[in-house]
């Protein structure tokens, strides 16, 4: 029994046998008792039937969920997970299973496969199991179905992450596409050029640079965060850099070329992604069990209204996409300008004729500045600066601006349908 303990502990600890031989010496001079890693192997079903064991009798008279998702991989890895509050309102979380099968399994094996877990295999009973969590994946999905006729208490409940993430990926920029292979692949990805990315590590310090992930749709949202806040001519002096060290040759090409030709564009796109930060910051929230559920059913209806705003194109929803617009608008005659009255609400106002005038940014100064018209006819001088800030400024034209809201209306088409 001292080498099965110790063996036990090894396997929680993740060591593999192959690795345990390593150990023996060590071990047995401290006085713990161990074998060889191949007669290690006969203690794994009497060690897995002791921690069944305990682990029913902690389910015992429990009101659980369980949590199910595979892998995508030939020979699928199926995963189940189960959580339940204690007696003293704690969330408890125990692994219930981990099953490899040759091959994948479609919606009605899987449903048995889980149905046979439950009941039979870990003895919880039917009235018990009150949710069932999933990603939105079909086949996940339509197993769940056949699950509720099953266990009749329980209730289907969506990840929200997994649909956050899912939001992200159709936020269609043409731009950033074009943009993300050649930066992946040269700077930002899983193997990049080791002296281009260095370069940019030292390019945005102190702000540290992300990693990036094929299944996490915010970690390229992160790495475009770090790009926009560096600043286009950041990126510009990066880019050029590439070119005098020469790092890269065909995604070199690639970026230059973005940079020179869609360098608008891309600064827009960017600017977009900055106004989505909430979904990422969303999705970091809603992760585990850090929210409780009132708090995660705000912050998805925060999303949802932010959504509404976005497809109704209402001012200053996307506020860094609006002062990219007005960065690059034309400033003359007949633009539309708004400001905001004390105890009158907004108002609606035309550029008339550039004038010069004394500043009031620059006191002594003689400045240039549009006259202004009201609906109401009342007028005022407004320098350059003012009206692209956005305080009291020109108001760009929507139709700039409809590909970006279009792109980013997926938040709420995706969410609506999904929370229904």
Request: with cysteine.
């Amino acid at each position: 029994m001292p080498t099965a303990r110790t063996h036990a502990q090894l396997l929680a600890s993740g060591t593999p046998l192959s690795v345990c031989d390593k150990f023996r010496p060590l071990l047995q001079r401290a006085g713990f008792a161990l074998t060889d890693s191949s007669h290690l192997k006969v203690f794994i079903p009497r060690i897995e039937e002791t921690e069944v064991k305990r682990l029913k009798k902690e389910l015992d008279g429990q009101y659980i969920s369980i949590s199910f998702d595979g892998t995508t991989r030939l020979g699928e890895a199926i995963c189940c997970t189960t959580r339940w509050c204690s007696a003293t309102f704690e969330l408890e979380k125990r692994l219930l299973d981990v099953t490899t099968v040759e091959k994948h399994v479609d919606h009605k094996g899987l449903a048995t496969h889980l149905a046979d877990l439950v009941q039979r295999r870990r003895g919880i009973a039917a009235s018990k199991m009150i949710g069932i969590t999933r990603d939105s994946a079909s086949t996940n999905g339509a197993a769940c179905g056949r699950l509720l006729g099953i266990f009749s208490n329980a209730v289907d409940l969506l990840c929200c992450c997994h649909t956050l993430n899912n939001m992200g990926e159709r936020i269609d920029l043409p731009t950033l596409r074009e943009f993300r292979t050649p930066w992946l692949e040269l700077v930002g990805g899983r193997n990049p050029h080791a002296g281009a990315k260095i370069l940019w590590k030292s390019a945005v310090a102190p702000a540290s640079v992300p990693g990036f992930s094929n299944v996490r749709w915010h970690s390229w949202a992160e790495i475009t965060f770090v790009i926009a806040e560096a600043g286009m001519p950041c990126l510009g002096d990066f880019i050029r850099k590439l070119n005098e060290y020469e790092y890269g040759s065909a995604t070199r090409a690639q970026l230059t070329n973005i940079y020179n030709t869609k360098s608008d564009r891309l600064r827009l796109e960017l600017a977009a992604m900055c106004d989505m930060r909430i979904l990422v910051r969303t999705t970091y929230e809603l992760e585990g069990d850090r929210l409780e559920i009132l708090l995660a059913y705000d912050r998805i209806q925060v999303l949802r209204s932010m959504g509404e705003s976005i497809k109704s194109m209402a001012d200053g929803v996307l506020p860094n996409v609006d002062a990219c617009l007005r960065y690059f608008m034309e400033l003359k005659r007949g633009v539309k300008i708004r400001k905001y009255f004390a105890d009158h609400g907004v108002c609606d106002g035309f550029l008339e004729t550039k004038e010069r005038v004394d500043s009031t940014l620059y006191p002594g100064q003689e400045r240039d500045a549009w006259l202004v018209t009201y609906e109401d006819g009342h007028q005022e001088h407004f320098e350059e600066e003012e009206l692209r800030s956005g305080k009291d400024g020109a108001t760009p034209a929507q139709g700039d601006g409809k590909p970006l809201y279009r792109a980013t209306t997926v938040v709420t088409t995706l969410l609506h349908w999904r929370m229904l």
